[in-house]
């Protein structure tokens, strides 16, 4: 009876010390996507303000890394971080054309020629499709049914909230969508490179923030100086520098890019669809712009087609 008692003890203690595998959270991902979807829908929101009010968008690019430029830089300075330490001349060279300057000139600088609303759709449609695509062409990522058709739903959804203006088309709008199609392709590049190479988010953030500093700085300062924001009101200034700075510029970077390194490329594409939505929501009391009927479907129809990608994502951690 003993050598029995004994030979189940040992049998217990071999089981509880057996690795377990862990299923990996996908929580902090889907939030972190979350995340910069709202603040990119608020930058959208507070960019046609800022264009309403006179400004262009080489101003908002100056606004953008005049401030988190210095932020990161403040930021290395107290934790002693070296970011290149971890990022490769290479990487950050590439990572700063992806991300940084060339981005958001051509995200701000197509509403010269085009509609607000062919921003709103096209730059977000083109991060989804865009790393949708690039993520199972180069990264081999199984995107499966479920998530094909969540990501069809969402398309939908976002042509419903373009409305009747998505249809009108010249020379001068084409230029501009085309901007709108570089920018979210530009940043579905970078998506797939970051998970390709395991760039950390911070790094990234600080390198990006960094080179649009050193780049768009003197070159904004040279030619324009600083009399187009003398005449901006405290309240305009004072809000795109949060927002196009410290919001956008560092935070939403931050949160895109670890949504990445948890979810994978293909995944977090599926986050800017929410973009537009978000920009529609918060743009009610800035701009006085209500969404119609056929626009409220349309966030609806998002919303669901979202629902059906990251239902897909977490069956796959099962």
Request: hydrophobic letters at 55%; charged letters at 10%.
């Amino acid at each position: 009876m003993f050598h029995v008692q004994a030979t189940k003890t040992e049998m217990k203690s071999v089981l509880l010390e057996c690795p377990v595998k862990k299923v990996p959270s996908l929580g902090p991902g889907i939030i972190a996507g979350l995340t910069a979807s709202l603040i990119w829908g608020a930058y959208l929101s507070l960019s046609r303000v800022g264009v309403t009010a006179g400004l262009d968008g080489f101003d908002i690019a100056f606004l953008r890394y005049i401030v988190a430029g210095p932020l990161v830089l403040l930021f290395l300075l107290i934790v002693r971080r070296n970011p290149l330490k971890r990022i490769s001349l290479l990487q950050a060279a590439v990572v700063s054309v992806l991300l940084g300057p060339p981005f958001v000139l051509l995200g701000v600088g197509g509403y010269i020629y085009a509609p607000l609303t062919h921003g709103a759709v096209i730059v977000p449609a083109s991060m989804m499709l865009g790393g949708f695509l690039l993520a199972r062409i180069f990264l081999s990522e199984q995107l499966g049914l479920q998530r094909i058709f969540g990501t069809l739903i969402k398309l939908i959804g976002l042509a419903l909230i373009a409305g009747p203006a998505a249809m009108t088309s010249s020379l001068e709008i084409f230029i501009g969508d085309t901007f709108f199609i570089v920018a979210g392709m530009l940043w579905a590049g970078f998506s797939v490179l970051q998970q390709h190479w395991k760039l950390n988010a911070l790094d990234v953030t600080t390198v990006v923030s960094i080179a649009g500093l050193l780049t768009v700085g003197p070159i904004y300062l040279s030619s324009r100086g600083v009399d187009v924001f003398t005449a901006q009101s405290v309240h305009i200034l004072v809000t795109q520098l949060i927002v196009q700075g410290v919001l956008s510029g560092v935070v939403a970077m931050i949160a895109f890019a670890k949504s990445v390194q948890i979810l994978g490329a293909a995944q977090a594409a599926m986050f800017p669809a929410l973009v537009p939505v978000f920009a529609l929501i918060i743009g009610v009391p800035l701009t006085g712009e209500t969404p119609s009927v056929i626009q409220w479907g349309g966030l609806a129809t998002v919303g669901v087609g979202l629902t059906i990608v990251v239902m897909s994502a977490l069956k796959s951690t099962r």
